[in-house]
């Protein structure tokens, strides 16, 4: 299995800050997701990107969220009721990991949350 690369003391604290998914919440589309991160690193979890200031057009506009059409936009709270957690993973102070503990009832439990769905204004096709 790889290691991870985990950035310490960077959690997020306010509930309301906002978590975007490039995608909508495709249910096969996450357990593939998932799926693969086990596979490499022995967890399942999702990308997801944190606001953490910026705006959603900003971060609409950059790479890896300027290439879906649309994305998935949630609360941290939202989140954290569904008993899951965001571990800040990768270089990009943006990047978390949303970390499932089973694939089935987390993936329904997220899918059903409360979220909203953007189109993309700036989506590169």
């Known amino acids: 299995m790889k290691e991870r690369f985990v950035r310490s003391n960077d959690d997020l604290d306010?509930?309301?800050?906002?978590?975007?998914?490039?995608?909508?919440?495709?249910?096969?589309?996450?357990?593939?997701?998932?799926?693969?991160?086990?596979?490499?690193?022995?967890?399942y979890g999702i990308s997801v990107f944190a606001l953490r200031g910026a705006t959603i057009d900003e971060l609409a506009q950059q790479a890896p969220l300027v290439r879906f059409p649309h994305f998935t936009v949630m609360t941290v709270r939202t989140i954290r009721l569904l008993g899951l957690r965001l571990e800040p993973t990768g270089r990009n102070h943006r990047?978390?990991?949303?970390?499932?503990?089973?694939?089935?009832?987390?993936?329904?439990?997220?899918?059903s949350a409360d979220h909203h769905v953007w189109m993309n204004p700036y989506h590169e096709a």
């Open 14 to 43: 306010d509930g309301e800050e906002l978590i975007l998914r490039g995608g909508d919440l495709d249910p096969s589309i996450i357990r593939r997701d998932a799926q693969r991160m086990f596979d490499i690193y022995g967890t």
């Open 95 to 111: 990047h978390y990991t949303l970390t499932l503990r089973s694939l089935d009832e987390d993936v329904a439990a997220l899918v």
